[in-house]
Structures are given as C-alpha cells and as structure tokens.
C-alpha cells in the first residue's frame, strides 16, 4: 500500500511538472523571408539558452502570422512599426519614426500586445548607389542627389514597377525632394534585377530594402533619407501582454537583442544566408556566440 501511495504521489508530481512546463512554453513566430528567418532561430536560440521552452514557428505569412499571435497561437515575434501602422490598423498619416512606434505601442496594446523596444534597423524603402561613385559624386543624402539632379547631373535610376506606380511612391519622392526625373531616365523592372542592374553599371540609382543582404556583399551606399521621406519600418519584438506577466524578466531580454540590431547588421546576417549560402541556424548561432549570448 505505501508503495502504491509513493507511486501515486510520484505521478502527480510529474504530472504537475508536465503541466508547469506545457504552461511555460513561449511560441516564437516569424514570417517567411531571410531576415525574418534569422530573427525567429536566433530569439529561439537565445530564449533556449536562457530557460525557456520554445516552439518555433517560422515561414508564415504577415497577416496570418499577426492574426496567430492575435489568437495567442503565437506569443512573440519580430514586427515592422510601418507594417503594424499602415497594415494592421490603416493609418496613412506619414509620421516620424518615433511618433510611428509610440502610435502602434498605444494601438496594438488594446490588442493585448506590447511593444518592446525598437531596434536601430529599419527595412524600409531606400535608394542607394554603388559606394565608389556616390563618394565621387559627394552624393550622401536624397537632397544631395536632388541638388545634382537640379543642377544637371545625369543619373539613370532602376526602380521596381510597384515603387513606381504607388501614390506614396516614386512621384510623392519628387515632391518632397523637389527634383524632377523623366521618364526616359527610369527603368522599372523587378526587385532583385535593381540590385543587379546597379552592381554592374547599368544603373546609377537604385531602389533597395534598407536592410538587404546585397547592400554590403556588392558594397552599396544607401542615401540617406535627410528628409524622412519613407515610412519607419523599425524592426521590434512584439509579445503578448500576458506573456510579460508570467515571465517577468522577458521583456529586458528581449530588449537586450534588439539593442545589438540595426541595419548593417541585420544586412550582414541576410548576406550571409543570401550571398554565402551559409544555414539560417547557423547564422543566427553564430551571431549569439559573437555577443556572447549562448
């Protein structure tokens, strides 16, 4: 009979620590591209190291992923403020970056999620030029390269035909940057083809994602967007309020990573999976180990 009484109680215990240990298991999502990809294994990784029991759940679609962690199928994954703002709650007005995120941390906390701290990398829209001759150009910024376009400097630009067609896109950048390109000057074609068309010449200008892999791998210089043109995309972990309030030591651990994130780092990650055919894991592994993380 006491054998069967220590057996019983055995079992519950373990039960009750099955349970404990189903209860803190945190869902790390992410969506189904390179730098999404990287963020998801290394915010697992990480979590791991640190305790946690993790399921990830990576290569979902923006809104069905956001959907997920609306569900609390997911409890955190990495986020853009611009997403969040224009497609998850329809706002169009343009704002700075930092009245972009404290809008969707007000907005997306009746939701029941909470937004961390940003980090310093924004994959927003960008134009950029091949490094050796923008510093032969002088041209730094959109308004140094305005001011060459008014004063008669011939440039040929690759844009892709979604940027160009867009009302917030290619014509509203005329605008704001007060120059004027014909269309001669223009030539549309797809995405990753800019990248090509501006590594080999083909191109003075192109429009880039500000945190793409083929940025640093084929040595480009990004414009900088002086008059805050484009949209903030600041990339920040999102997790479900609830979630903070079991785990109380997540939200500064997770905003110790996005501390070590801007957009040469996140381009040199993405390069390495991109360019150098290098695993997502390991990337993500590595980078950990680099900061002394695992």
Not at 82 to 91: A, D, E, H, K
Not at 168 to 180: I, K, M, N, S, V
């Amino acid at each position: 009979m006491k054998t069967l009484c220590t057996a019983l109680i055995a079992l519950a215990m373990a039960g009750t620590a099955l349970t404990q240990a189903q209860a803190a298991d945190l869902v790390v999502g992410g969506k189904n591209f390179t730098e999404q990809q990287i963020l998801a294994s290394m915010t697992s990784q990480y979590l791991e190291a640190l305790g946690y029991d993790i399921d990830t759940r990576a290569g979902m679609g923006t809104a069905v992923l956001r959907q997920a962690q609306e569900n609390g199928q997911v409890d955190v994954y990495w986020e853009y403020t611009g997403t969040s703002l224009i497609n998850f709650n329809n706002v169009s007005e343009q704002l700075d970056p930092e009245a972009t995120y404290q809008r969707v941390r007000e907005l997306d906390a009746e939701k029941g999620l909470v937004w961390l701290e940003p980090s310093a990398a924004n994959n927003t829209y960008a134009l950029a030029m091949r490094r050796d001759d923008a510093e032969e150009r002088g041209l730094l910024s959109l308004s140094d390269l305005a001011a060459a376009v008014n004063n008669g400097e011939d440039l040929e630009f690759g844009l892709n035909a979604e940027f160009y067609a867009r009302d917030d896109g290619w014509r509203p950048l005329l605008e704001a940057y007060d120059f004027q390109v014909g269309r001669s000057e223009v030539s549309r074609m797809d995405s990753g083809l800019v990248y090509q068309a501006l590594r080999d010449g083909q191109v003075d200008v192109g429009l880039v994602f500000a945190t793409d892999g083929r940025i640093p791998a084929f040595d480009f210089h990004v414009l900088e967007d002086d008059g805050e043109f484009f949209p903030a995309y600041a990339l920040t972990p999102v997790v479900r309020e609830e979630n903070l309030t079991d785990f109380p030591d997540l939200a500064d651990q997770l905003n110790a990573l996005s501390a070590l994130l801007d957009d040469m780092t996140m381009a040199a990650l993405n390069a390495e999976v991109d360019v150098d055919g290098e695993t997502i894991e390991r990337v993500a592994e590595n980078f950990l180990r680099e900061h002394d993380l695992l």
